[in-house]
């Protein structure tokens, strides 16, 4: 078959992919348009997304109808199959491999059946990498030499933007739950600080004094100091440590 001729339509999924996300965007909305974008490839007739956890676990995310869809379940469910073999650590793509085979036999003896029950003869499987870590794996459906050269070409070049996007998508996500746990230690410090103030009045004393008196307490109550905090500066004049009279 003949090479797929540059578009817009090619250059805009690609810039696409490596463009930051919005905050509100899905981390999985990458993976889909992936899907559908190599559906677009001629000679691919399904594709889908397996995403890998660090764990080594495989979770399905994105399908373009429901044989690839079951087909990306069975991989899961079976532990075997061309996404579960590209997504160990340094594997490389695999490319057109003819499912009638005796390689696609013997090493995936159940996957196998149900892909040529769907009506399909051959698989490309290409991992989603960002560095040295596979994110995902992007499983093309077709039959046996249908795809050449320059389309698994473009094919790992819209895994390879794909790629970046994701970890976008992870960075950003990083990122957020960075930021709100430096929010929240800087909220419990202030009300430490407030409550040492209240504290130190009630006593007449050093803000170290109550400071003191409010990590004794919450030793003594088996509670947090924040929470400590947060009842004697929202809470009545008579409650928490030292209250006043």
Do not use: Y
Request: charged share 20%.
């Amino acid at each position: 078959m003949s090479g797929i001729p540059p578009g817009p339509s090619w250059v805009t999924a690609l810039l696409g992919f490596a463009a930051a996300p919005p905050t509100s965007a899905d981390p999985l909305s990458v993976l889909r348009q992936l899907a559908d974008h190599s559906l677009g490839l001629p000679g691919v007739e399904a594709a889908g997304v397996i995403l890998a956890a660090p764990t080594g676990q495989l979770q399905d995310a994105a399908a373009t109808g429901p044989a690839a869809d079951r087909l990306g379940k069975a991989q899961i469910e079976l532990d075997e199959g061309p996404c579960r073999d590209v997504c160990r650590p340094a594997a490389k793509p695999l490319a057109d491999i003819p499912l009638v085979h005796p390689f696609s036999r013997s090493s995936w003896p159940r996957f196998t059946p149900r892909a040529l029950a769907e009506g399909f003869t051959a698989t490309t499987a290409i991992p989603i990498r960002h560095g040295p870590q596979v994110l995902a794996a992007l499983n093309l459906f077709h039959q046996h030499q249908a795809l050449d050269t320059a389309q698994l070409q473009m094919g790992r070049a819209l895994a390879d933007a794909a790629a970046i996007g994701v970890a976008h998508h992870q960075n950003l996500a990083q990122q957020q739950i960075r930021t709100g746990q430096l929010q929240r230690a800087l909220d419990s410090r202030v009300a430490i600080e407030q409550a040492k103030g209240i504290l130190a009045e009630r006593l007449r004393g050093t803000p170290d004094e109550a400071f003191d008196l409010l990590r004794k307490h919450a030793r003594t109550h088996q509670q947090k100091i924040h929470d400590i905090a947060r009842q004697i500066i929202d809470g009545p004049a008579d409650s928490g440590p030292s209250p006043a009279p």
